[in-house]
C-alpha cells in the first residue's frame, strides 16, 4: 500500500531537495496537493523559468541570468580588489557585511581531487586571466576556513605567484571548520579589514 | 545586495513548501541550481503534473489521479467496515499496519471552527450518504488523538447515532496527544483491534 503513482513520483522528485528525507518529502508532497495548490503552481513554473535561465556571469562566475551580474557591471566596484569565494552566497555574506567595494570571483566550490573537482571546474584559468586583464592588484582568498578551502587558497595563491599581485586571505577571526555564509556580518567585517598576505 | 532577481523568486517560491525558512530555502535555491539541474527540471515537472491530475477519490477523498482510487476499487476490501482518517498519511500508516479489511473515508483535516473549516470543508454530507449506501455497519473513527480530533470524532458520533450503524474509536494505546501518521504499526495494530464504541 502506498500513495498513488504519480503522488509517490511526486515524493521522490522532492528528494532531489538538500536534507529531504523520504518523511519530509511526503510532507511537502501532501502539503502542496492538501493546501499549497497555488503556491505549488507557482514554484513548477519559476523552478523550471530559472533551470532555463539562471546561468554564470562570465565575469565573477556567481548564477545570474543575465550575461554579466549586477554587480560586475556596477561602477562602484574597485577593480583592482578581487575577493575570492567558493558560493554565491558566501558572495552575498560579504556584500551583506559591508567594508569592501571589490569584485567577486565565485569558484562554485573548492578543489576536491576525490570528487573529480579540480582547477578547471572552479576556472582557475579564467581567475587567472582576470586577474591580468583587469590590472587586478589584491586578491583576497576568502574560501572557508576548513581543510578544503584552505588547500584550494594555497593553489591559487601559487597559481598567481608569478603575477604583480597581493594575495591575501581573510583575517583569522574567522572561526575554524566554519562555513562562510553562517558567519554573522560584524565577524566578516573585521575578518576583511585585517586580512593578510597570504603565507607562499 | 541580493541574489539575482530570478534567484530570488525561486528563493521566494520555495518558502511555500511546510518547514523550509529563509535560510533552506536559499539553499535549496543554489543546489538547484548549482548542482542538481536535472533534478530540479524532474521536480518541475512532476509537481506541475501532479497539481494538474491529482484530485479527490470520490468515494473516500484520498489524493489520487484517478476519478476512485485503487484500494476503493478493490476486491480485497470489507465494505461494511469504514475507517474515518484525517489525511491520506493517515491512511496509508494504518494499511501499512495492517490487520483492517475495511474501506477508509479521509476527511482532509479536522473541524477548526476557527480556521473557518466546518462539516462542508470536510465532506461529512458525503460520509453520512455513503454509510448509508454502502450499508456499513461499523464506521471506526481514527481521527488524531488531539482535542480537535476528539471533536471531529464526537461531532461525526452525534451525526450518524440516528442511523443502524455502530461508531467506534481506536483504542487507546495510541498516545494522548500525538500524530497518527508517526505512530509505529505495532502500536496502531493494537489499537484497532482493542477499538470500542463510541460513548454517546
Ligand atoms: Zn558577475
Ligand atoms: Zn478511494
Redesign the interface.
Known amino acids: ?7 509517490e ?2 515524493i521522490t ?2 528528494r ?4 529531504v528525507g523520504p518523511k ?1 518529502a ?9 493546501r ?2 497555488e ?13 532555463e ?2 546561468g554564470q556571469c562570465q565575469e565573477c562566475r556567481t ?4 550575461p554579466v ?3 560586475c557591471r556596477s561602477e562602484r566596484c574597485n577593480s583592482e580588489l578581487l575577493c575570492v569565494v567558493e ?3 558566501d558572495q ?1 555574506a560579504m ?2 557585511a559591508g567594508g569592501f567595494d571589490g569584485r567577486y570571483f565565485v569558484l ?1 566550490g573548492h578543489l576536491s581531487p576525490i570528487d573529480g573537482i579540480g582547477p578547471d571546474a572552479l576556472g582557475l584559468d579564467h581567475l587567472e586571466a582576470k586577474v591580468r586583464r583587469d590590472l587586478v592588484k589584491e586578491v583576497i582568498l576568502a574560501t572557508n576556513p576548513t581543510v578544503e578551502g584552505e588547500a584550494t587558497a594555497h593553489y591559487i595563491s601559487e597559481m598567481l605567484q608569478h603575477l604583480p599581485v597581493t594575495v591575501t586571505r581573510l583575517a583569522h577571526g574567522i572561526p575554524v571548520g566554519g562555513e562562510l555564509e553562517y558567519i554573522d556580518g560584524g565577524t566578516l567585517s573585521r575578518a576583511m579589514a585585517g586580512r593578510l598576505p597570504m603565507a607562499k
Not at 40 to 51: D, M, P, S, T
Open positions: 500500500m502506498a500513495f498513488s503513482p504519480l503522488v513520483e511526486l522528485a522532492l532531489c531537495l538538500p536534507g519530509s511526503q510532507r511537502m508532497a501532501l502539503h502542496l496537493l492538501e499549497e495548490r503556491g505549488g503552481f507557482r514554484l513548477a513554473e519559476i523552478l523550471e523559468r530559472a533551470l535561465h539562471v548564477l545570474t541570468e543575465e551580474c549586477s554587480l558560493t554565491p552566497a552575498i556584500e551583506q562554485t
